[in-house]
T-cell receptor, first 112, second 112 residues
């Protein structure tokens, strides 16, 4: 049974810092891994999707990497800003399952 | 133009009532989902539909009945609401299984 864990659960950093959020999954036979952000009281916004054949994806200040064999993904946020404050969620999908299994989330606060 | 839209955004109702949540996607996707986010913010799959056909029913009580009149719509009807049904319900869609998922803004259901 696939389980997804995110560490740390919460993180506070001063503005301008580079930071890394971690996501680990127990079954390495994933098809895709997707990173989302969720603002309080809002829906989920897709940030990056990494296919199992890829090692990383980049979008602006965000870079996500994937190491399938070790069951890990990291989301790197460069030069953090207060507007980056949100909960970040990773989710994995396995071929034929028609579902994304979500991690526990990391609550990020970037202090001005 | 909103890609995945849910109505209503908030729903407050008494125990024992029946209620429905509507979801529509304008992305031309084949696959749609319902997720439940509990009080600890953990997201869990409830149902998956592909081309209007039910693929996954993740041990959801049969008081919950999804209906997909066409590929663009997946509605959720809940009978005999219980206090424990209070949560945020998210609708999502993806082109096919294992592709990028897009989420609606969520429906906060409060049962009193």
């Amino acid at each position: 049974k696939q389980e997804v864990t995110q560490i740390p659960a919460a993180l506070s950093v001063p503005e301008g810092e580079n930071l890394v959020l971690n996501c680990s999954f127990t079954d390495s036979a994933i098809y895709n891994l997707q990173w989302f952000r969720q603002d309080p009281g809002k829906g989920l916004t897709s940030l990056l999707l990494i296919q199992s054949s890829q090692r990383e994806q980049t979008s602006g200040r965000l870079n996500a990497s994937l190491d399938k064999s070790s069951g890990r993904s990291t989301l790197y946020i460069a030069a953090s800003q207060p507007g980056d404050s949100a909960t970040y969620l990773c989710a994995v999908t396995t071929s034929g399952t028609y579902k994304y299994i979500f991690g526990t989330g990391t609550r990020l606060k970037v202090l001005a | 133009d909103t890609a995945v839209s849910q109505t209503p955004k908030y729903l407050v109702t008494q125990m024992g009532n029946d209620k429905s949540i509507k979801c529509e996607q304008n992305l031309g996707h084949d696959t749609m989902y319902w997720y439940k986010q509990d009080s600890k913010k953990f997201l869990k799959i409830m149902f998956s539909y592909n081309n209007k056909e039910l693929i996954i029913n993740e041990t959801v009580p049969n008081r919950f009945s999804p209906k997909s009149p066409d590929k663009a719509h997946l509605n959720l009807h809940i009978n005999s609401l219980e206090l424990g049904d209070s949560a945020v319900y998210f609708c999502a869609s993806s082109q096919t299984e294992n592709t990028e998922a897009f989420f609606g803004q969520g429906t906060r259901l409060t049962v009193v």
